[in-house]
């Protein structure tokens, strides 16, 4: 595993005028002292923090050792937990309003954080874990660390989870083809697919995301692979030769995909897999236990896991995941760090990992007893990807509002998709991105 160098959801448009000002209030770290109970061992004890967190291991692992912290610090958390969307609008609504009603919330930081940072909704967190020997900052991996810093070079967003791209395989279904070999390149990834493909008996060889918006993420791991990407010296030319071979990779394994896939993001293509429609898919090895848990899965026994396939040029292991920061807002800072440090320290992160938490620290990765918690060929894969050769970089543009990239290039390739036309408006996203690029770096 590699170390790291220390170094956005775009507002609703009913929230796109609001004023911000407020979003600077509450007690920063030189202030902290000023609500501290009294107690050195408990300086906070008796504060009670509001957090908003997703439906994730990482979440319901903390929910269940709150009592120990609340014990520990005598903080109180009322903790709810949301779906993605419902996070987002409600960190968005809260932000808007000045923030002082939520101290911490967990987000993802490669899609969100340009905009929260530009909007002053999220603390810097520098001061905070500068001279905490025990938090350890230096423990936690490069990319992950990199989506978490904001512009200014600080960091706002404390990493709790890191996921990249798998290959999924059903090795049964391997083994009754007579496919000893598992695909290292796409042009073999294409060929096993096509093999695999029997839709008489409603089996396909692999299921790709085909939803224009979800499949960004997935595409840009294939792009990656032929040497492609959003930008290459500050310049964004997605109808590049590289590009477009990718997108014709990807059209030829949606055409072994099953029924559907213009409307399937990842949780599709996993019922794919786990319901034994699919005998390949590409996706985040963080949803591995939707395929191996017996009581959701058909093909629990039958689960195995490797690297991504190769590209001309590599192959690619996009990352992305997520973090917990602090709102800008909160009127308790200092009890806020105490949880952000508590819920994403060592410790805990041991604990989330052993139940299928993907850790985002170099030291849980090395801990045997976590490692045994998941199955052995998955840690090869994740391992191998994590790698730098592979690991070149989060799922989107670093951008402000890598959320509107994400729309504007997913509307392109939902044409290609569809085996449309998508020349014109591949050439009309290069142009918009080009053009959110030079606004922010220019």
């Not at 990807?250 to 293509?269: D, F, N, R």
């Not at 319901?275 to 629990?300: F, K, N």
């Not at 039958?302 to 909160?330: I, Q």
Request: charged share 25%; net charge negative.
């Amino acid at each position: 595993m590699r170390k790291k160098i220390v170094a956005g959801i775009v507002i609703l448009g009913l929230l796109s005028g609001a004023v911000l000002n407020g979003c600077s209030g509450g007690e920063g770290p030189e202030q902290a002292a000023q609500t501290e109970s009294g107690n050195p061992e408990k300086p906070y004890d008796g504060t009670t923090l509001t957090v908003l967190g997703f439906s994730a291991v990482t979440c319901s692992a903390m929910e269940e050792k709150l009592p120990e912290f609340t014990e520990k610090t005598g903080i109180q958390v009322e903790f709810e937990q949301l779906s993605n969307d419902e996070l987002k609008n409600k960190i968005a609504v809260s932000m808007a309003a000045g923030g002082s009603d939520v101290d911490a919330f967990y987000f993802q930081p490669f899609q969100d954080l340009g905009a929260y940072q530009a909007n002053g909704w999220v603390e810097p967190l520098d001061e905070y874990f500068q001279d905490d020997e025990d938090f350890d900052v230096e423990d936690f991996l490069d990319i992950p660390v990199e989506q978490g810093t904001g512009d200014d070079g600080k960091l706002y967003a404390v990493p709790v989870f890191d996921e990249h791209y798998v290959l999924y395989y059903n090795k049964d279904y391997f083994q009754e083809a007579g496919i000893e070999k598992v695909p290292e390149t796409y042009e073999e990834l294409i060929e096993t697919a096509k093999k695999l493909t029997d839709p008489d008996k409603n089996r396909y060889g692999i299921s790709m995301r085909g939803d224009g918006f979800a499949s960004v993420l997935t595409w840009i791991t294939v792009a990656r692979a032929y040497g492609a990407d959003y930008f290459k010296d500050g310049v964004c030319d997605l109808t590049s030769p590289e590009a477009k071979k990718a997108i014709e990779v990807y059209q030829e394994l949606l055409k072994y995909s099953p029924p559907g896939y213009l409307s399937k993001g990842w949780s599709e293509t996993s019922d794919d897999f786990a319901q034994g429609i699919a005998a390949m898919r590409i996706d985040c090895d963080t949803q591995y236990t939707y395929a191996t848990d017996p009581e959701s899965s058909l093909v629990a026994d039958s689960v195995g896991f490797a690297v991504v396939p190769k590209g001309d040029v590599k192959a690619s292991g996009s990352e992305s995941g997520w973090s917990l920061a602090m709102s800008a807002g909160s009127e308790n800072k200092g009890a806020a760090w105490e949880f952000i440090r508590w819920a994403s320290g060592k410790e805990m992160d041991v604990y989330a990992a052993a139940q299928g938490n993907f850790s985002a620290r170099e030291s849980t990765w090395e801990n045997e007893e976590v490692l045994k918690t998941y199955p052995e060929d998955l840690v090869e894969a994740v391992l191998a990807v994590s790698a730098p050769e592979i690991s070149d970089g989060g799922t989107l543009p670093d951008l402000q509002y890598a959320s509107e990239a994400r729309t504007i290039v997913g509307e392109a390739l939902s044409l290609a998709w569809q085996g449309e036309d998508y020349e014109d408006a591949l050439k009309a996203a290069s142009e918009e991105l080009q053009k959110l690029y030079d606004e922010q770096y220019q």
